[in-house]
């Protein structure tokens, strides 16, 4: 019911030219491949030539962050307008490292979340908890809070158009990765949540993926959580044998 989406986040990663060559080694390993949607987050100067590649084919792509007005005096920022006119339909929201060096909120993102609904654009929202707060017996409490503010005033309706990334702060780019365990009960409290701001319903169909330390080695066993509906990765997207062999999980 819920089709699983494999997506690549290149965080400040390849140039145009290498985000090309990225597809052009990368498309015929997953050609044809419809068991799950695939989605890539290239850079802002990278975005526009990817998704003309993209276009007709199973990869789709989006943007790692947007601002929620149509313009304005905001520089350095990029609007929901400027993305769906060069054909941009998905973005990134929220990412950990947003929140950690460009002092990104949940409120923001609730704004971001909005514009993007409201431009006919699907969301990806990131939540997770730091280590500190896991080891404090926090990490329901944490996610309760991001999602509901993430969330906020957003209907049952809209909400289709979200999908929630759930990332341990402390497992991205460290290499350690939640036990499939772990991810799965995460997963849980956040479905919980969602049923709480949108309904059951809403909660049964929104996709969570897990993100930290996704890898060939360990994919498998991650998809194999009936909770966990795709994953979003970092590092081992940027190469395109590796994020072609996490496309092609058994
Ligand atoms: P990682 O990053 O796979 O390199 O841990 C995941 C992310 O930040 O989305």
Redesign the pocket.
């Known amino acids: 019911m819920r089709k699983p989406i494999i997506a690549g986040?290149w965080k400040m990663y390849k140039t145009p030219k290498e985000s090309l060559a990225f597809l052009e080694s990368f498309l015929p390993l997953v050609k044809g491949h419809d068991r799950d949607e695939i989605i890539l987050f290239p850079t802002m100067t990278s975005l526009a030539a990817v998704l003309e590649v993209v276009a007709g084919t199973n990869v789709r792509a989006g943007a790692q962050n947007m601002h929620w007005l149509n313009e304005g005096a905001y520089t350095g920022e990029t609007s929901p307008t400027m993305l769906t006119a060069i054909g941009c339909r998905q973005v990134l929201l929220g990412?950990s490292?947003q929140r950690m060096y460009f002092n990104e909120t949940f409120e923001r993102v609730n704004l971001k979340l909005k514009a993007a609904i409201s431009h006919g654009m699907d969301a990806m929202v990131c939540v997770g908890e730091l280590l500190a707060e896991r080891e404090a017996m926090q990490t329901e409490e944490v996610l309760r809070t991001q999602v509901r503010a993430a969330l906020h005033n957003i209907t049952a309706s809209e909400a289709q158009r979200l999908v929630i990334a759930y990332?341990p702060i402390w497992?991205?780019?460290t290499g350690a990765t939640a036990t499939p365990e772990m991810a799965a009960e995460a997963h849980e409290m956040i479905r919980k949540e969602l049923a709480h701001c949108c309904g059951s319903q809403t909660a049964q169909e929104t996709r969570i993926l897990y993100?930290?330390?996704?890898k060939p080695e360990n994919i498998n066993t991650l998809m194999a959580q009936e909770q966990i509906d795709g994953v979003?990765?970092?590092?081992?997207s940027l190469v395109p044998e590796s994020f072609a062999r996490i496309v092609r999980y058994e």
């Open positions: 986040n990412h490292e990332e497992a991205i780019g993100g930290g330390s996704v979003l990765v970092g590092g081992a």
